[in-house]
């Protein structure tokens, strides 16, 4: 059974680093095709893929966010991350991490609940 | 970046009716097309991928299609639980792109 889990600051301040951590059972990020992506969805708005990484520790990145993203993982504790620098307000979202079967394609086949993250002053 | 038109924004269908969701690409991604459901509060759920297979568990009275750059979803007979808000994604290149969504309610 395949299932991941978000985990994040719920709040922070802006200019500081988010740091989100995905911790998945149920497939290994060591397998060949396998990867995990992160996707977030501002409140009542559409979804933004952010970035993948892959079993072979390839990453790709949305270039909108110039340069702000690092994904991560820890193979063997079955856990991704993905920090954001220099938050602001328009990165307040849901944050989801999504496994990704990259042998049927590249597509996000299971995903976490997600994990709401709040930029405030 | 490859722009994903999904179209009607929302609609508004009678049970047991059939429905059709249109997503545009704005340049040739082949089968790389997912459709995905999300109902309030949930994650989103995947339905169909490769344009036309469906996902596991997923009711056969979806299904999926292509025709050049435009990528159609059909729910051939509406349920009650097929109500939400549902997504077309491009994975043929990054940056991944969604279309911006259509919410189907109950008529």
């Known amino acids: 059974q395949v299932t991941l889990k978000e985990s994040g600051p719920g709040i922070l301040q802006p200019s500081q680093t988010l740091s989100l951590t995905c911790t998945f059972s149920?497939?290994?990020?060591?397998?060949?095709?396998?990867?995990v992506g992160w996707i977030r969805q501002p409140s009542g708005k559409g979804l933004e893929w952010l970035a993948n990484?892959?079993?072979?520790?390839?990453?790709y990145y949305n270039p909108s966010l110039k340069n702000r993203l690092t994904i991560s993982k820890d193979t063997s504790n079955n856990q991704a991350f993905l920090k954001i620098t220099n938050v602001d307000t328009a990165d307040t979202a849901t944050y989801y991490c999504?496994?990704?079967?990259?042998?049927?394609?590249?597509?996000?086949?299971?995903w976490g609940q997600g994990v709401m993250v709040t930029v405030s002053s | 970046d490859i722009q994903m038109t999904q179209s009607p924004a929302s609609l508004s269908a009678s049970l047991e009716e059939i429905v059709t969701i249109t997503c545009q690409a704005s340049?040739?991604?082949?089968?790389?097309l997912a459709w995905y459901q999300q109902k309030p509060g949930k994650s989103p759920q995947l339905l169909i991928y490769?344009?036309?297979s469906l996902a596991d568990g997923v009711p056969s009275r979806f299904s999926g299609s292509r025709s050049g750059t435009q990528y159609s979803l059909k729910i051939s007979r509406l349920q009650v639980e097929d109500i939400g808000i549902y997504y077309c994604?491009?994975?043929?290149?990054?940056?991944?792109?969604f279309g911006a969504g259509t919410k189907l309610e109950l008529k």
């Open positions: 490769g344009a036309t």
């Open positions: 990484i892959w079993w072979d520790d390839d990453k």
């Open positions: 994604l491009q994975a043929y290149s990054a940056p991944y792109t």
């Open positions: 149920g497939f290994s990020l060591s397998t060949y095709g396998m990867g």
């Open positions: 999504a496994r990704i079967e990259g042998i049927v394609g590249n597509y996000f086949d299971y």
């Open positions: 340049q040739d991604i082949g089968n790389w």
